[in-house]
């Protein structure tokens, strides 16, 4: 049995620590917070349930097949994400990869050659991606059922890595290039899909889990995170909250526990279940046993963008907020304007960007109070905009947060007519919120940056590693790998798990 500390009670902390607790170590979860799930979180406000970030997840065979091993499969609910998207150009159901293109194609008959173009390369891509992305993951399994879960890889895989090879680098926007001219409607929707500037292998994996494979919780993602943390404790794990860690403590090159409010904790091995940068840049009690070149590394790496969040509580009955939205959740692009999400300096930002509306009440009716409705709007900012949303000036902040929020509200209204005089709660994140409350380097939604460009890690996109230059230090959340997100944390926690012997 070894005594084994993780920080951080996302999905991937929460999932590592019932993994080995169940294998008999001991374990104990650090959390910072009132509650576990980090991204994967909720809260609520006036009997509103919101998310607080991450609001649906992707490869539901990794998810099912964990909930599975640790034996709450039952006391999680889910339901597929229905999506509405809107232009001025069209407004269709996103039902599958197949609707979705003759939906487009119907929205610009004048520009078929060229969509039909675009389409062909994209099903070549898409039909290789398929195979993998439903699945539960090799590495969640054991002798022989790890040999047949590798067979789709072994079977699919060299025919997915030779046409990956050729766009090694390239970006959605690189792929709209070649058939669209800068600055169309057509160009600025294949541009946006995702994170801005992702890579072609991202774009597979985009209409597979549109099409396929995206969900929400029922009861809502703060449900997940306290049903894995009561199986955690069953095991018995102990769950620390309100217990952020100080100090990673090394001895001899090596992690061999942990600080928290003025108290050693001893530990044969320490997961960083939280932000990489931070774990190396500010928990690591001696900086100088990695190599300053790899610190630099990670000090300059770029990470994914972060998301402005509006939470509203509505004096509207769901009927009413069905009969504007049609689905749960609406994505609007006006795909009037080029984009540059590099670019912090462009203070009409938000007045130009797609942004989507996601209703939980529409879910599960049960999520708002009687009679009355939430509502949530999210749009994808550019990192550290307007001189990093004048951080350390308290009232300049708010007046942008409230400026963003004002015009969010307003673009919203041609959605949701009359939606500002039906507000009866009202909340908002920004990209600085999510970095206060996840501790994520600049709110990073993802881990790290998914432009193919500036990748952290050595190797292809979908490479994960647990190691870090310090022994005895795991990664055990979305940023063992590139391509963050959900699947990535579940990943790192069987990885982790299997390690620790």
Request: charged share 25%.
């Amino acid at each position: 049995m070894k005594t084994i500390t993780i920080i951080g009670s996302g999905i991937g902390g929460l999932t590592a620590g019932c993994l080995l607790a169940k294998k008999g170590h001991k374990v104990t979860i650090f959390e910072s917070h009132t509650d576990p799930g980090g991204y994967t979180a909720g809260f609520s406000g006036k009997g509103f349930y919101f998310e607080s970030g991450t609001l649906a997840f992707e490869s539901s065979g990794v998810l099912f097949k964990t909930l599975d091993d640790l034996g709450v499969r039952d006391k999680v609910h889910f339901v597929r994400k229905k999506d509405r998207w809107v232009s001025p150009y069209f407004d269709f159901p996103f039902e599958s990869y197949a609707s979705f293109k003759q939906a487009i194609i119907a929205a610009f008959p004048a520009e078929k050659t060229a969509l039909d173009g675009y389409f062909a390369a994209l099903d070549e891509i898409y039909a290789v991606s398929e195979p993998f992305m439903t699945r539960p993951f090799p590495m969640q399994f054991e002798g022989l059922a790890a040999v047949q879960a590798m067979l789709p890889y072994i079977v699919s895989g060299p025919k997915y890595y030779k046409i990956f090879k050729k766009l090694q680098g390239q970006t959605v926007a690189d792929m709209a290039g070649r058939f669209f001219a800068k600055g169309t409607p057509l160009h600025r929707l294949f541009s946006d899909l995702g994170y801005p500037k992702m890579g072609i292998e991202g774009l597979a994996g985009f209409f597979v889990i549109m099409s396929k494979d995206y969900w929400h919780v029922v009861e809502g993602m703060q449900h997940l995170a306290d049903t894995l943390a009561e199986a955690f404790k069953s095991f018995g794990g102990e769950l620390k909250l309100r217990a952020p860690v100080d100090k990673i403590l090394t001895k001899g090159g090596a992690a061999c526990g942990v600080m928290s409010s003025g108290r050693s904790y001893d530990a044969d091995v320490v997961i960083s279940a939280c932000d990489y940068k931070s774990t190396f840049l500010s928990l690591l009690d001696d900086p100088s046993i990695v190599p300053s070149a790899q610190l630099e590394k990670i000090r300059n790496a770029a990470v994914s963008e972060g998301i402005f969040t509006i939470y509203l509580g509505l004096d509207m009955p769901n009927e009413e907020l069905e009969s504007h939205l049609r689905a749960y959740s609406v994505n609007f692009n006006p795909l009037a304007d080029d984009l540059d999400f590099d670019d912090p300096g462009d203070a009409d930002h938000f007045r130009k960007t797609a942004f989507s509306l996601h209703s939980l009440s529409l879910i599960n009716p049960k999520l708002a109070p009687e009679g009355k409705s939430s509502l949530m709007i999210q749009a994808v900012s550019p990192i550290h905009w307007q001189d990093n949303w004048y951080k350390g000036d308290r009232e300049k902040y708010r007046t942008l947060k409230e400026r963003v929020k004002a015009t969010l509200i307003e673009r919203a209204e041609a959605l949701v007519p009359g939606l500002r005089s039906r507000i009866e709660f009202e909340d908002a994140a920004t990209p600085l919120t999510y970095e206060r409350y996840t501790h994520n380097t600049d709110g990073a939604t993802s881990a790290w940056s998914w432009d193919p460009n500036k990748k952290f890690y050595e190797g292809g996109m979908m490479k994960m590693t647990v190691e870090t230059p310090v022994r005895n230090l795991l990664i055990g959340s979305c940023w063992v790998g590139q391509i963050g997100g959900i699947p990535s944390a579940l990943a790192a926690a069987y990885m982790c798990a299997k390690k620790i012997r």
